[in-house]
């Protein structure tokens, strides 16, 4: 028990900001086993985010609040992913061979493709957040807590599904490249989908699920197909456009439903 209490930590420590015990000791070697414990790091993003979100709609209107909680869920993550999509867009849209497109992923400086992708994303995921608050508060609340879990979830897969594209350790995913274990698996599916079937209703969750497994499996053949596999800039663009397909889709579900 305490060995997978030291992992979450480690992975809590590597994929955000928040500080983490003392007697939690870096390795990096074991990061790797840390990657099931990835959706239970949207848990805690997540909660921070819909908590402030619900606090935040009791004194300002549903779009500042939906904007600061998405703050604090940057904040407490260090634009980590959001970093790893523009990346993404930049060495995709920029890029035509795999050596090209890894290069630009590795620069540090943002280019049109990336600047304009990460701009679309966040007025996306505010639109949608926006409307899912005019439901309810609480509504959006549940959409946050869900999607940081389920878009984590999918990157996960990604990771363990293809290879590893580079051939050096120069990514970010470059410490936690390795397959899981099926007990491995069985954790991190436990983590990404509990709050998806706890907080949602039977077609607002099966709409997300649907649309994030597709959109999760067509990254997935784009970037074996352009770089025969992935990168930490990938899965982290893996997160993003997972996350917003979950608000997408629990809007979709709302339509429907009503």
Do not use: N
């Not at 959001?82 to 060495?91: L, T």
């Not at 050096?168 to 274990?181: F, H, N, T, W």
């Not at 991190?188 to 607002?204: C, K, R, S, V």
Request: glycine share 10%; with cysteine; proline share 4%.
């Amino acid at each position: 028990m305490r060995r997978q209490i030291e992992l979450f930590f480690l992975a809590l420590g590597y994929f955000t900001r928040i500080p983490v015990p003392g007697w939690v000791a870096w390795v990096p070697e074991r990061l790797a086993h840390a990657a099931p414990f990835l959706p239970l790091v949207g848990w805690v993003v997540g909660g921070a985010g819909a908590a402030s979100l619900l606090l935040l709609t009791q004194i300002l209107p549903a779009s500042m609040a939906v904007i600061l909680s998405m703050a604090v869920t940057i904040r407490l993550t260090g634009a980590f992913h959001e970093d790893g999509f523009a990346d993404s867009c930049d060495g995709l849209g920029g890029g035509w061979e795999k050596a090209q497109i890894l290069a630009i992923m590795k620069d540090s400086r943002i280019g049109s493709y990336g600047a304009i992708g990460i701009v679309l994303m966040l007025l996306a995921k505010t639109a949608a957040l926006i409307e899912l608050a005019r439901v309810s508060p609480t509504t959006a609340a549940a959409a946050l807590f869900t999607a940081h879990s389920l878009s984590r979830l999918a990157a996960v897969g990604v990771l363990h599904a293809l290879p590893y594209a580079r051939s050096d350790d120069s990514s970010k995913a470059g410490a936690v490249v390795q397959r899981l274990s099926g007990a491995g698996l069985a954790m991190a599916g436990a983590f990404g989908l509990l709050p998806a079937a706890l907080l949602l209703a039977p077609l607002q969750g099966l709409s997300a699920l649907v649309l994030t497994a597709l959109v999760t499996l067509w990254l997935a053949r784009l970037f074996l197909r352009r770089l025969g596999g992935h990168t930490g800039d990938l899965l982290g663009a893996v997160q993003q456009a997972a996350e917003l397909t979950c608000y997408v889709a629990l809007l979709v579900g709302l339509g429907f439903a009503s």
